[in-house]
Structure formats: C-alpha cells, structure tokens
C-alpha cells in the first residue's frame, strides 16, 4: 500500500485544476469554464475578491496581490495546475506564472502562437471574444502572440442578448440566443476572411458554443476548456497497460 502524506493547508484532496474566478453574478452552463460538470475531473474554483469585469479588461495593477494570493492558495490546496475563467487574466499571466510552481494558463489566447504553428503563416487566426475594444495588442503580446501572425479579432459585445446577459450580469442567460449571435459572428467573420485557417475563443462563457461555430464555419475550433484539458493531461499522464499481441 502506498503511503500518504497530510498537506497542511488541504481542506480536500484529489483536484486536478484550480480555476480563479473574476467577482462575477451569473449563470454559469454546462461547457463553461464556472460550471464544475464540463470537466472529466475534479477542479477547484477561487474567486478573487475586486476582480471585476471592468478591473480584470484594463488590467488594474493593484489586482495583483489578490490575484496572486488567491493562485497561491489554489496551489497549497494540492491543484497541479491554474487557470482562469475570463480571457483577460491574460494580464496576470506572468506575475501568477512567477509566484507558484505548478503550470499556469490564465486565458485562451494562449493557444493563438500554437495554432499558428498548426496552419500556417498565410492563414489567419479568428479570435471571438466578450469585448473586441479590451483585446488589444497589449493583451495578444502578453499571450505570446508575434506580430506577424495574423490574428482577426471580433467582439460579442456589440451583440444584444450577450450585452445584456453576459456583460451586464443578467440574471437569467439564454443559451440559443447567445449560440445564434456567436454562430453569426463567426460566419461573418469567415466570410470577410476568407483566408482563415482556426477560431479561437477567448470568453470563458462561449465553450457551449464551440460546436456551432465549428459546424458552421467548417474550422477547427480552439477555446478555454481545450486548453484546459490540455494542462491537465499533461499533469495526470495516462498510463497504458493493454496487452500487445
């Protein structure tokens, strides 16, 4: 039998990932990043108390500590790796990366240098995110995003029912009518870019929808809970023990 040792800080045990979440109200569905059953393992969620939509966009640096203390209290409950709930933690992706030891992917942009390598530099990368004005170069050179990828960038924030639900903090969200816009946006976005070879998904709330997109723009399609699957594979190795005949 093997043996196990007490970690002094763990109130529980067995979680794969933490996830810090923005001080955000809304219904979180299944295939989001805040809804505990999209995931085939057990994950843990921290809010981080100030990290407003508003703060977490324009990157607020006195959001730091509090980012930082909650990663650190994700990593002494046991999780083997971080990330996040909103595409623009990407503005703490360094300072959290510097202060805990185990693997850290704050947003889904950075995925966007990985695909490039996928298809290829003639061809560009669709990101659909939750605010087209907050994604600016800053926030792609802080994913790792080099300036000659082409990247094609297309906001749901001027889409009504995500205004009203998602950006507002409504207190009801309608899944169709959110898949509708995001499916709308996309195909517009393919159509004026004909050259496109992958989407990606920057909002944390858009994961539900991925499959739409996919199905109707024909492209790969790349979005938080991928890159979240990925982390946690590479922190919980398969083992392969069929017999070879």
């Given at each position: 039998?093997?043996?196990?040792?007490?970690?002094?800080?763990?109130?529980?045990?067995?979680?794969?990932?933490?996830?810090?979440?923005?001080?955000?109200k809304g219904p979180f569905?299944?295939?989001?990043?805040?809804?505990?059953?999209?995931?085939?393992?057990?994950?843990?969620?921290?809010?981080?108390?100030?990290?407003?939509?508003?703060?977490?966009?324009a990157a607020d640096p006195?959001?730091?500590?509090?980012v930082v203390k909650a990663?650190?209290?994700?990593?002494?409950?046991?999780?083997?790796?971080?990330?996040?709930?909103?595409?623009?933690?990407?503005?703490?992706?360094?300072?959290?990366?510097?202060?805990?030891?185990?693997?850290?992917?704050?947003?889904?942009?950075?995925?966007?240098?990985?695909?490039?390598?996928?298809?290829?530099?003639?061809?560009?990368?669709?990101?659909?995110?939750?605010?087209?004005?907050?994604?600016?170069?800053?926030?792609?050179?802080?994913?790792?995003?080099?300036?000659?990828?082409?990247?094609?960038?297309?906001?749901?924030?001027?889409?009504?029912?995500?205004?009203?639900?998602?950006?507002?903090?409504?207190?009801?969200?309608?899944?169709?009518?959110?898949?509708?816009?995001?499916?709308?946006?996309?195909?517009?976005?393919?159509?004026?870019?004909?050259?496109?070879?992958?989407?990606?998904?920057?909002?944390?709330?858009?994961?539900?929808?991925?499959?739409?997109?996919?199905?109707?723009?024909?492209?790969?399609?790349?979005?938080?809970?991928?890159?979240?699957?990925?982390?946690?594979?590479?922190?919980?190795?398969?083992?392969?023990?069929?017999?070879?005949?």
């Open positions: 039998m093997p043996l196990y040792k007490t970690r002094p800080k763990a109130e529980a045990y067995g979680y794969c990932v933490g996830i810090l979440l923005l001080d955000y569905v299944p295939g989001d990043v805040g809804n505990a059953t999209t995931y085939k393992y057990p994950v843990l969620y921290k809010t981080v108390p100030g990290a407003t939509t508003a703060r977490v966009f006195e959001l730091e500590k509090a990663a650190q209290e994700l990593e002494a409950q046991g999780v083997k790796g971080i990330s996040s709930d909103c595409g623009f933690f990407v503005n703490y992706q360094n300072v959290v990366a510097k202060n805990v030891n185990i693997p850290v992917a704050m947003s889904s942009l950075l995925q966007i240098p990985f695909v490039a390598q996928f298809i290829g530099k003639k061809r560009s990368i669709g990101v659909i995110t939750a605010s087209q004005k907050a994604l600016g170069n800053r926030a792609l050179e802080l994913a790792g995003v080099k300036a000659e990828t082409q990247v094609v960038v297309r906001g749901m924030d001027d889409q009504p029912n995500f205004d009203q639900m998602v950006m507002k903090e409504g207190d009801y969200l309608d899944t169709d009518k959110i898949e509708a816009e995001t499916v709308a946006v996309a195909k517009k976005m393919v159509k004026e870019n004909p050259d496109m070879g992958a989407i990606i998904m920057e909002c944390s709330m858009l994961p539900p929808y991925s499959k739409a997109v996919q199905e109707a723009t024909g492209l790969p399609v790349y979005d938080f809970i991928n890159m979240i699957d990925y982390v946690q594979r590479g922190t919980h190795a398969r083992g392969y023990e069929n017999r070879y005949y």
